[in-house]
């Protein structure tokens, strides 16, 4: 099948990549022209695993297009995914103005008939309101239908989220368009694709479930699971606050509780919080949209509040330890999000710094590949090259993302080289036992820390 992908960013790139990859032929687009040249120099401008790989082998055989000109991207494919960015406005709702332009763009330069299938991120009913704008702008009487494909893809999987989903959701309106996205998705419904990455790491291939919704359910999937994620890792940080309080590890809370089939065992690891630029803004988009529809969404408005005191806690705890901030050298391992991946948006680290800066403390910072974004945000901050140079003099070293290679540092030479032994882990990354044989003055989140007094007790 042609296929056109509008909007080169995270969502568009592995959407339009994978796509060419179990053999369509795919035509991306994006309105910035130094992105689809850097693309066709061969530069990948995110660091996604696999991503090159595939991008690369695709281009070179001649399946994976970028084109500049858009009006031309997208006049003759059969469908169109559009994957361009909607991003918070100030009261919290989705900017869909760069919606709106592109299914002005395919209404007008659409030269046949088309599905056009929404992929970003949008509140329920931009369906009815991405076909209302085609049928508006469009002067040729072509028939274009419209479809909803919610995006599951995590940051740092993407490749394999993409290509081994657990479900596929398509949201129609008829027969017709439900078939071409099932034929459209046939590789990977039946994994009858090579996968571009090796068998051994390769998940085991469930066929995914293809699910049929109506295009409002759809949208409204992707938001409701989202911030039921969302919910899920705030609920195991409430635990952990009071598994701290009454002496108890969270960690063996939530590994029982996630062994009941109806709970299950993923999104419950404790610790400083959500953050990427999915999960916070798709919950304050899915508030809004609750609110707007006259619904109490207090439950996710709780979520938010939680999360955000992920940091204030930290910090009481930094401060419990280290008393007063002004004058101290706080080292730091971790900035992105989360492990594998250089996004630094909406990441805990970001207001960590600024906090830690503000009260005057000195924050020297490791990260494996977010550095030199962070530096850009803050010029006071010291990058240093390892993680032993961030260590070095520290009064305390704290970790604020789980890159596994932190597991394994010469945790001895660490500890010699700071000026205080404290290690404070927002991440449950290390074992406290072994940490504390070693010497150090360890804290995490929800397992029992010394010191703290069980209430009552
Ligand atoms: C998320 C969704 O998982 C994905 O389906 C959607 O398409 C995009 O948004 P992503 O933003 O890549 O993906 O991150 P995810 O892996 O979901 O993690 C989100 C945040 O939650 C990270 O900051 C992570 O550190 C945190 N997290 C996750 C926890 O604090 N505890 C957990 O148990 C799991």
Redesign the pocket.
């Known amino acids: 099948m042609r296929i056109g992908v509008i909007g080169c960013g995270y969502v568009g790139l592995v959407t339009g990549a994978c796509l060419a990859d179990v053999g369509h032929e795919v035509v991306c687009t994006d309105n910035d022209l130094t992105k689809i040249d850097a693309l066709n120099r061969g530069e990948i401008p995110i660091y996604e695993a696999h991503l090159d790989e595939v991008v690369e082998r695709n281009h070179r055989q001649g399946r994976l297009t970028f084109m500049g000109n858009m009006a031309e991207a997208v006049s003759a494919v059969e469908a169109t995914f559009i994957c361009v960015g909607t991003p918070p406005l100030e009261d919290g709702s989705a900017d869909l103005s760069s919606i709106e332009n592109v299914a002005r763009l395919i209404a007008t330069e659409a030269r046949g008939p088309q599905l056009v299938i929404e992929k970003s991120?949008v509140p329920a009913q931009t369906g009815q309101r991405l076909k209302r704008a085609l049928e508006i702008y469009n002067h040729s009487g072509i028939n274009f239908r419209v479809a909803s494909n919610p995006?599951?893809?995590?940051?740092?999987?993407?490749v394999m989220?993409f290509l081994h989903p657990p479900r596929i959701v398509v949201g129609v309106e008829d027969e017709t368009s439900e078939q071409q996205l099932r034929s459209l998705f046939d590789p990977i419904l039946h994994q009858t694709f090579q996968c571009p990455v090796h068998e051994a790491k390769c998940p085991p291939t469930t066929p995914p479930t293809f699910i049929v919704t109506s295009i409002n359910s759809a949208e409204i999937i992707?938001h409701a699971?989202?911030s039921f994620?969302?919910m899920?890792?705030c609920y195991?940080?409430l635990l952990a606050d009071l598994c701290d309080r009454l002496g108890a590890d969270v960690e063996q809370v939530t590994q029982a509780m996630g062994l009941d089939p109806r709970i299950g065992p993923?999104?419950?690891?404790?610790?400083?919080?959500?953050?990427?630029?999915?999960?916070p803004k798709?919950v304050q988009a899915f508030i809004h949209l609750g609110e707007k529809a006259g619904i109490d969404f207090g439950l996710l408005r709780q979520v938010e509040l939680i999360n955000k005191k992920r940091i204030d806690r930290f910090l009481e705890r930094a401060k419990e330890e280290l008393w007063i901030l002004k004058g101290k050298q706080v080292g730091m391992l971790g900035i992105s999000?989360?492990p594998d991946?250089d996004?630094i948006r909406f990441?805990?680290s970001l207001e960590l710094i600024k906090r830690l800066q503000g009260e005057g403390a000195s924050v020297r910072a490791f990260d494996p590949q977010a550095l030199q974004k962070a530096k850009a945000l803050f010029p006071a901050l010291e990058a240093c090259g390892n993680e032993y140079q961030a260590a070095e003099g520290a009064d305390a070293l704290m970790i604020v993302?789980?890159w596994p290679q932190f597991k394994d540092l010469d945790w001895k030479r660490v500890r010699k080289s700071m000026a205080r032994p404290l290690v404070l882990d927002g991440?449950n990354l290390l074992d406290p036992a072994q940490m504390r044989a070693w010497g150090f003055e360890y804290f995490c989140m929800g397992r029992p820390n010394p010191g703290s007094t069980p209430a009552g007790g």
Do not use: M, Q, V, Y
């Open positions: 991120t995006e599951f893809l995590r940051e740092s999987t993407a989220d992707k699971s989202n994620l969302a899920k890792i195991a940080n993923s999104f419950l690891s404790a610790g400083l919080g959500f953050g990427g630029f999915c999960l798709d999000f989360k991946t996004d990441a805990p993302t789980e991440r």
